[in-house]
């Protein structure tokens, strides 16, 4: 198996974390894997904080769903863009750039033996006021990184046949 497959399959959404500090390489290496993640254009109209400041972290947890595993992992990622015109398809880059960044990222640190999860469960204005993110960008998306305190199995899925057809579409 690839590695990259091996990350696929291996990674999970991690809701508790372990204080146990990241390695600054690993964290570099999380964070290169996403400065190579395509961009529309490759425009990178991407952008990220890495949060490590504890005081910081327990402010965020307030406007995120208290989630409190923000408070615990020694590492919040947080991305965001500059909303603009939308691309030909509809689609708004940024959002589509950040994603596929901290896809990126998220693979790479459980290859690192680094658990994430998604983050879409929070007060955007609060968040970017808390992070000093200027008031033209919006933050798509954040994840705490660290080691993970739980190991749950893997989460069901659709079939193939639930969500690909092939040639055209059909029910
Ligand atoms: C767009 C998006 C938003 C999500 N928001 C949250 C969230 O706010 N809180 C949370 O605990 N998990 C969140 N998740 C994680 C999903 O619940 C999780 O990916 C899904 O249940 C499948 O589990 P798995 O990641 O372990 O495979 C989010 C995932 C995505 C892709």
Redesign the pocket.
């Known amino acids: 198996m690839s590695a990259v497959v091996k990350a696929i399959q291996d990674?999970?959404?991690i809701?508790a974390y372990t204080t146990k500090k990241v390695e600054e390489e690993k964290l570099n290496q999380v964070l290169e894997a996403g400065r190579m993640a395509p961009t529309a254009n490759n425009l990178q109209n991407i952008r990220f904080i890495v949060v490590k400041d504890q005081e910081t972290r327990n402010k965020m947890v307030d406007f995120a769903?208290a989630?409190g595993f923000l408070k615990d992992a020694p590492v919040v990622l947080v991305g965001f863009g500059e909303p603009g015109d939308p691309m030909r398809c509809g689609e708004q880059a940024y959002t589509v750039d950040v994603s596929i960044t901290l896809s990126y990222m998220m693979l790479t640190a459980t290859e690192l033996g680094l658990g994430t999860?998604?983050?879409?469960?929070f007060d955007e204005s609060k968040i970017k006021e808390i992070l000093n993110i200027p008031s033209n960008m919006q933050v798509v998306a954040m994840s705490p990184l660290g080691y993970a305190a739980e190991s749950?199995e893997q989460?069901s899925r659709k079939s193939l046949e639930q969500i690909v057809s092939f040639d055209k579409y059909s029910d």
């Open positions: 990674r999970r959404s809701r769903g989630q999860c998604w983050l879409a469960n749950p989460r």
